[in-house]
């Protein structure tokens, strides 16, 4: 068995910049190279929690793969 090098993504959650708290990203980017050449980065969603508009990157967002692996913060 060979791994699949492009899984399909399972979940893409954002953590807001101005509350903390999390909340799935609204449009899920699949398979993983689409999230890996540039879908986290330059994007403004809206927090669901707070309702501020927050910045998404690598650093507070995490995208989850159906092999297991991740792309961003996987702390989130
Ligand atoms: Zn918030």
Known sequence: MTANK?????????QC???GETFPAPIL????SKVDSSALAKNMVQCKHC???TRCDKENVVARF???TSIG???I
């Open 6 to 14: 492009d899984p399909e993504t399972v979940s893409i959650t954002i």
């Open 51 to 53: 309702g501020e508009m």
């Open 73 to 75: 913060n996987d702390e």
């Open 66 to 68: 159906e092999d297991g």
């Open 17 to 19: 910049l101005k509350c």
């Open 29 to 32: 980017v699949s398979p993983k």
